[in-house]
């Protein structure tokens, strides 16, 4: 291989590019707005999974002025399984700044975008270079597993310290001319050719300027030490119908994992195989009678795995907490719930109705 040479690889990318990008419906807009929207959706979420609630949710807050004044129980909705809640919180936190400070402006710079809530060095970049042609680095997994392989950088890019090794590399090589389809071309290169595994290197169009290609390491890039096993929490989760055909739900902390969310009852098995419905009556001011086994669940947070056995039957309430409300199955619809939850009311409307 050949010293690498920045000019013949910002060409072949760009070209393939431009040629072979993905029709996304964020990729027909110059509005910073709808690329930060999009730019957070995409964050650890599939594009296919993204692009209908990309959609749905542009339909829904067409303006960055209709998110910064929306319900958060409507945002909420919206955002209805795509799960790490606090990104949309955050998202329209920082569309809130932008409104009050920037007169609805997202800022242009640096300096005060990086000011926002929820916009870190990656989705800086990503809106500077996208929305503004600002040669700013965007630098997410797919951007680095991409340069750890042309470059042949042997940093464990696990370690947040390593991040800046591959922005100040593509500082050092991003097209001053088209950043923006620079960035999106590392990206769009990472997400369908040069793949975790087995990347398809005989379609690369900078295979010519990848040096583990040529030092057969390709596999071996990018190092990656692995996380630590999340912990595992058990519980039992109940949907309980009373005689009116209401459905008692918990509204979580306004705070926390998966805060405002709207839950059925679930108590946690402190002790394995523990008989939880007298903590259910305890807990909840509710007296269930089981009448079927929804069956069990398992649903992996970044950081933890909730085990749920999940279960329907008859209720009579006694002292319902505050954060409780029987709903009907038309006021179900309207509330947000958590995916998890969204799974065992799909098993109940399929099996337990």
């Not at 964020?26 to 929207?37: A, H, L």
């Not at 591959?166 to 290169?189: K, R, T, W, Y």
């Not at 008692?248 to 306004?254: P, Q, V």
């Not at 799974?343 to 109940?348: G, N, V």
Request: hydrophobic content about 35%; aromatic content about 10%.
């Amino acid at each position: 291989m050949n010293e690498f040479n920045k000019i013949e690889f910002r060409k072949s990318l760009i070209d393939w590019y431009l040629e072979e990008k993905r029709n996304l419906p964020w990729r027909e807009t110059s509005d910073p707005y709808k690329i930060w929207v999009s730019e957070i959706m995409l964050q650890q979420t599939r594009v296919d999974t993204v692009i209908p609630y990309y959609n749905r949710f542009i339909e829904a807050f067409p303006t960055i002025e209709d998110l910064a004044n929306a319900d958060e129980e409507k945002l909420l909705k919206q955002w209805e399984g795509l799960g790490y809640y606090s990104r949309v919180r955050n998202l329209q936190a920082g569309v809130r700044e932008v409104v009050e400070t920037y007169n609805s402006v997202v800022p242009s710079t640096r300096d005060e975008i990086s000011t926002l809530k929820g916009v870190g060095p990656y989705t800086a970049g990503a809106i500077l270079s996208i929305a503004y042609g600002r040669p700013e680095h965007a630098v997410d997994g797919n951007v680095m597993r991409v340069l750890s392989r042309v470059l042949l950088i042997k940093e464990d890019i696990a370690k947040p310290k390593t991040r800046k090794t591959f922005e100040h590399a593509v500082s050092e090589i991003i097209d001053p001319l088209d950043p923006s389809s620079f960035n999106q071309g590392l990206m769009e290169l990472g997400a369908t050719i040069c793949t975790p595994t087995s990347p398809k290197c005989l379609l690369c169009p900078v295979r010519e300027n990848c040096a583990a290609f040529y030092a057969g390491e390709q596999n071996d890039l990018p190092i990656k030490t692995k996380n630590k096993k999340t912990k595992a929490q058990h519980y039992d989760v109940y949907i309980a119908q009373n005689d009116r055909k209401q459905f008692l739900m918990e509204k979580r902390l306004e705070t926390g994992l998966l805060a405002n969310m709207w839950q059925f009852p679930m108590v946690e098995q402190i002790i394995k195989d523990e008989e939880t419905v007298p903590l259910l009556q305890s807990r909840y001011g509710l007296h269930f009678t089981k009448e079927m086994d929804l069956g069990s669940f398992k649903h992996v947070f970044s950081h933890l795995t909730w085990e749920m056995n999940s279960f329907s039957g008859h209720g009579v309430e006694t002292s319902v907490p505050e954060t409780c409300k029987w709903l009907t199955i038309e006021e179900i619809k309207e509330v947000p719930m958590p995916v998890p939850m969204l799974k065992i009311w799909q098993a109940y409307m399929e099996r337990g109705k």
